[in-house]
């Protein structure tokens, strides 16, 4: 049985209860989505041959205390980084390091800040160079789910239609849906009820209702959809070695969809791509 619980009366813990927020935490919301927006926005002219992940860690981190934000990923869990940086066939959860990005990788950037007490989710993929085409791509196909998924949210209807959004558009692309990760409530907390699976059915899951936030983040192999955790116990890699995509949104539940909170201010939202055509 799903529970809902309104969020100014819960306690701040993830207890399996699905929180419905008001205006003030919707304005919290935004104040750090844009913030992590606008750092993902800085980084699309910054992503180039040669850079290192770890240089991008460093900006993260930096961009966060000149705004008066923490990395919420710095210290999570162990974790030690400002940021996760996933190239080709990593996954997610990628960590940064000193080798220099090469010409024709593509990368996921993944920036959570906590910004006043909320954490802004978001990640975008990122060209490295010219890149081929099946890699551009795979990235318009991510992208693209990513949209369909959001379009699916409306209160009443089910989480499961977010998922079945995502699968049948990536299936019909001749590319698979990871199941090993999935989108999740955010917030006041980084991690929270419920988790959105990015494939499934139209019937399935919690109902959702106006007040719920959460992120949507589709990653879509070019393979097989199966991956495997490295040693490091972080690194998520496909298991085939297909490169694979990713790109995240943090959205609220409206009385007749969603807000996206963390849109592009600069219109950056799948950078180093083709203009959208209509």
């Known amino acids: 049985m799903v529970n809902y619980i309104e969020a100014a009366s819960a306690p701040l813990k993830n207890t399996g209860a699905i929180r419905l927020y008001g205006p003030d935490a919707f304005e919290g919301m935004r104040k750090a989505c844009q913030l992590t927006a606008r750092c993902l926005d800085e980084l699309a002219g910054m992503v180039k041959p040669g850079v290192t992940t770890a240089a991008i860690d460093r900006f993260v981190f930096d961009f966060g205390m000149d705004h008066g934000a923490l990395p919420a990923t710095l210290n999570y869990r162990g974790y030690r980084y400002s940021v996760c940086t996933s190239i080709n066939h990593v996954v997610c959860h990628g960590m940064p390091e000193d080798k220099p990005l090469r010409e024709g990788d593509i990368v996921n950037i993944d920036v959570t800040y906590l910004l006043d007490g909320w954490h802004g989710d978001s990640s975008r993929m990122y ?21 369909r998924g959001i379009a699916a949210v409306r209160p009443g ?98 009385a007749t969809g969603c807000e996206i909170f963390t849109l592009s201010p600069a219109g950056l939202d799948r950078p180093g791509l083709p203009p959208l055509r209509g």
Not at 127 to 147: D, F, N, S
Not at 158 to 171: D, F, M, N, P, V
């Open 127 to 147: 060209p490295v160079g010219e890149i081929k085409r099946a890699a551009e791509r795979l990235m318009e196909v991510t992208y693209e789910c990513l949209m």
């Open 157 to 254: 209807a089910r989480t499961g239609a977010i998922g079945a959004a995502i699968q049948s558009y990536a299936e019909a692309e001749r590319c698979s849906v990871v199941r090993d990760f999935c989108g999740h409530g955010v917030g006041q907390l980084f991690h929270d009820a419920p988790n959105i699976l990015h494939y499934g059915r139209p019937d399935e899951g919690p109902e959702i209702r106006e007040g719920m936030i959460f992120t949507i983040e589709p990653m879509i192999n070019l393979g097989k959809p199966h991956v495997k955790v490295l040693a490091d116990g972080w690194t998520a890699v496909t298991r085939d070695r297909s490169l694979t995509a990713q790109y995240e949104h943090a959205v609220g539940v409206t």
